[in-house]
């Protein structure tokens, strides 16, 4: 796509909620009580996503390449729109504009009274999301905004108010932001619903991650695709790449994640429990140690307590008895009592997965332990992939794939070999090897995602927004070569426990 930097469409608007004002107007981009702006083009019922800074129009289609392409157009009553310079657009009408694809630009001349401005119109195959709010997003708390997200394989689209705010830790101090957002039904930020979004689960909050770090913007998506896998209770989460504007900014590639909490766990026994790794600091999440636990705090050696509601219960014990057994029994107690404690299938599946994706910061931090119910021992769940597949957390690459990624529960366990731990390991390990770990299995989930980013060129709009210099292809062939090498090394480490 040829994408040519035009000068600067200023709009000015005046963040109240019921109406907008501009210097000059070329349109007039309303504000209605949802806090839904108005639209300054419509293809078929989509709005266009709109970068004033870029002067760029930008709309989603099922495919790279559409002949005879004959949207529904609507605008405002009082502009003309030409198309390519030469094709005046009617107004709430159909209109043909040939041949168009995602590789290339289209003039649009908007003429509104003595006023004529130019911007550049671009074909997208990722669904678009538009947000769109008079307040200041920050860290907390969250403010009221407008969700749009349009889908271009399907006329089921997405529309709510919003109650929305920046998220992450590190991944603040970086331009592009990640956000969390929940469902309302009004304005009212504490008004909230559940709901399916396009296949995913029903569930009340959600998140858009920039994935900033993530030069090829698709590795935690993938994991947790492959995760699903092999995960016979596909306790992941489900996510989609989208392209994400805010007001009048184009934002780039988001993966619009569901969230896992309470509510896509469907946790509702009074003794199910949930913990979120936080922290790596003192080793408390790698098993190192094991201190005593805050009758009435919700954070703990590294833990943070996600269910039960901190609000109603704390409840550490059943996690300070996992800790107990893996840091201070002796080797026999262990190994007679670890498996009551954490399900060692549950185990073997995440050693397999945090070393085949070298997920350096999920072998304590980033991860979730799991009980239903009182009877049910430990599961370990993964969170928060980005650094992954040949990069570390912070974005850079490994260059080697000849390490392995583990605790002191792990290394214990494989040590020790409870319940033939060891050999249900390697065993496990060639099951997956045969059917979900294949080398055409994983290159099929990222190639698919590849190709999905590539075609939809928004990897330039993102180098020029935020200054950035990525090669998708050049991170494609990196991702392809890590990987062969990787599998290489952990079957010749598998086979040999």
């Not at 035009?6 to 909620?17: D, E, G, H, P, T």
């Not at 800074?53 to 002949?67: A, C, E, G, H």
């Not at 911007?119 to 990722?126: D, E, N, V, W």
């Not at 390990?429 to 770990?437: G, K, P, Y």
Request: aromatic share 14%; proline share 3%; hydrophobic share 35%.
């Amino acid at each position: 796509m040829r994408l040519i930097l035009q000068s600067i469409l200023f709009v000015y608007i005046s963040f109240s909620c019921l109406s907008c004002y501009k210097e000059e107007v070329l349109y007039t981009p309303i504000f209605d009580k949802t806090l839904e702006i108005s639209p300054l083009l419509r293809l078929n019922n989509a709005p266009c996503g709109f970068d004033s800074q870029l002067s760029l129009l930008r709309v989603s289609i099922k495919n790279d390449t559409i002949y005879n392409y004959t949207p529904y157009i609507s605008f405002q009553n009082y502009s003309q729109i030409y198309f390519n310079d030469t094709l005046l657009l009617q107004n709430n009408a159909y209109n043909n504009l040939g041949t168009i694809t995602t590789s290339d630009s289209y003039n649009i001349t908007i003429i509104t009274n003595s006023t004529t401005k130019k911007l550049i119109l671009t074909f997208t195959t990722l669904p678009i999301a538009i947000i769109s709010t008079p307040n200041e997003i920050v860290d907390e708390p969250k403010t009221v905004a407008y969700i749009s997200i349009y889908y271009p394989t399907t006329n089921k689209n997405f529309t709510s108010n919003i109650a929305i705010e920046y998220r992450g830790a590190t991944s603040l101090h970086y331009p592009k932001k990640s956000y969390g957002f929940a469902l309302t039904r009004s304005i009212n930020t504490l008004d909230r619903y559940s709901a399916e979004i396009h296949g995913m689960r029903k569930n009340t909050d959600w998140i858009l991650d920039a994935m900033y770090v993530d030069k090829s913007r698709l590795r935690n998506m993938v994991s947790f695709k492959l995760w699903n896998q092999i995960d016979s209770l596909k306790r992941g989460i489900q996510s989609q790449l989208v392209e994400l504007f805010l007001n009048y900014s184009h934002q780039g590639i988001y993966c619009f994640n569901e969230k896992l909490n309470p509510e896509s766990l469907s946790l509702t026994n009074k003794d199910a429990l949930l913990y979120k790794g936080i922290s790596w600091l003192n080793g408390e999440t790698t098993f190192k140690t094991n201190n005593p636990y805050p009758a009435n705090y919700y954070s703990w050696d590294g833990w943070k307590q996600i269910y039960p509601d901190i609000k109603y219960s704390i409840k550490w014990e059943a996690l300070y008895a996992l800790k107990e057994v893996a840091v201070n029994y002796s080797d026999d107690d262990f190994k007679t009592h670890i498996s009551s404690h954490i399900n060692l299938k549950s185990v073997i599946d995440y050693y397999i997965f945090l070393n085949l994706l070298s997920a350096w910061d999920n072998a304590g931090k980033n991860t979730f332990l799991l009980r239903t119910h009182h009877a049910e021992p430990f599961s370990i769940l993964p969170w928060d992939l980005d650094g992954s597949w040949g990069y570390y957390w912070d974005g850079t690459h490994i260059r080697h794939t000849d390490i392995i990624n583990t605790n002191l529960l792990f290394n214990k366990l494989i040590r020790l070999n409870p319940e033939n731990y060891t050999i249900k390991l390697k065993n496990r390990w060639l099951e997956l090897r045969n059917t979900i770990i294949t080398y055409d299995t994983i290159y099929a989930l990222f190639e698919k995602e590849f190709q999905a980013i590539l075609s939809s060129n928004c990897m330039e709009i993102e180098n020029i927004k935020w200054e950035l210099d990525i090669d998708i292809n050049k991170e494609r062939d990196f991702t392809y070569n890590w990987i062969q090498k990787r599998l290489l090394f952990l079957d010749n480490y598998f086979l040999n426990l």
